[in-house]
C-alpha cells in the first residue's frame, strides 16, 4: 500500500494567514493526488484534483503544488469558513489511500 | 446535480452483517465513465476507501476488508449496495458512498459524497 503522510496534523492561523499543508507519498504517485476539506459534521468535498487543478466552483485561494512523491496544499488567505479537516488521497495504485488530514483552526 | 444518500440501520450486533445502499439521483448508475464507491470513517478518525463497483458488476476491495465486503448494484432502483460481515466494534464509522470517474485503467477520486451514515456495532 501507498502510504501517505500529512502535515501538520494541526494547525492555527489567524484569518488572512498564509497556510500551507503537505503531503508526502511512500512512493511516486506522479501528479496522482487529490485534497479533499471536511467540515465538522460533513462529507469531504473534493478541492483539487491531480495534485494541481481546481474543482469548478472552489475559491481560488485554495491551491495545489507538487509531483512525484512530494505535495503541497495552500489556502493563500485563511477564512473563517475554511475552518476543516485537510485529506489528500492518492489513485496511483490500489488501494486508493488518504493521508492522516490536518485539522485547520483559527487563532 | 448528482446527489447520492445513504441508508441503512445504525445499529448493527457484534458477527452480524452491515448491510447499506446508496440511491443515486441526477445520475444513472450505468454511466460507462463511473464507478461508484464506498468509504468509511470511525469517529474522530481518518478515511478508509472500502472499494467500488461499477454498473457491470465488476469490483475492487481493499485488501483489508475484502474478505468480509461484498458490493452490488440495482440498475432497475439506481442504487448499488455494501455489505460487510463479520462485524465488530471497530467497524463501527460513518459509511459514505460516492461517486468516483475513471480514466486510463484508474478510478480517480470521489464526488459528490453522500451524507454519510453512522453504524455502530454493538450488542
Known amino acids: 500500500d501507498i502510504q501517505m503522510t500529512q502535515s501538520p496534523s494541526s494547525l492555527s492561523a489567524s484569518v488572512g494567514d498564509r497556510v500551507t499543508i503537505t503531503c508526502q507519498a511512500s512512493?511516486?504517485?506522479?501528479?496522482?493526488l487529490n485534497w479533499y476539506q471536511q467540515k465538522p459534521g460533513k462529507a469531504p468535498k473534493l478541492l483539487i484534483y491531480d495534485a494541481s487543478n481546481l474543482e469548478t466552483g472552489v475559491p481560488s485561494r485554495f491551491s495545489g503544488s507538487g509531483f512525484g512523491t512530494d505535495f503541497t496544499f495552500t489556502i493563500s488567505s485563511l477564512q473563517p469558513e475554511d475552518i476543516a479537516t485537510y485529506y489528500c488521497?492518492?489513485?496511483?495504485?490500489?488501494?486508493?489511500?488518504f493521508g492522516g488530514g490536518t485539522k485547520v483552526e483559527i487563532k | 446535480q448528482v446527489q447520492l444518500q445513504e441508508s441503512g440501520p445504525g445499529l448493527v450486533k457484534p458477527s452480524e452483517t452491515l448491510s447499506l445502499t446508496c440511491t443515486i439521483s441526477?445520475?444513472?448508475?450505468?454511466?460507462?465513465?463511473?464507478?461508484w464507491s464506498w468509504i468509511r470513517q470511525p469517529p474522530g478518525k481518518g478515511l478508509e476507501w472500502i472499494g467500488y463497483?461499477?454498473?457491470?458488476?465488476?469490483?475492487n476491495y481493499n485488501p483489508s476488508l475484502k474478505s468480509r465486503v461484498t458490493m452490488s448494484v440495482d440498475t432497475s432502483k439506481k442504487q448499488f449496495s455494501l455489505k460487510l460481515s463479520s462485524v465488530t466494534a471497530a467497524d463501527t464509522a460513518v459509511y459514505y458512498c460516492?461517486?468516483?470517474?475513471?480514466?486510463?485503467?484508474?478510478?480517480?477520486?470521489?464526488?459528490?459524497w453522500g451524507q454519510g451514515t453512522l453504524v455502530t456495532v454493538s450488542s
Open positions: 488521497q492518492q489513485y496511483d495504485n490500489l488501494p486508493l489511500t
Open positions: 512512493q511516486d504517485i506522479s501528479n496522482s
Open positions: 460516492a461517486r468516483s470517474p475513471y480514466s486510463s485503467f484508474k478510478v480517480l477520486w470521489f464526488d459528490p
Open positions: 441526477g445520475d444513472s448508475v450505468t454511466s460507462a465513465n463511473y464507478y
Open positions: 463497483i461499477y454498473y457491470s458488476g465488476s469490483t
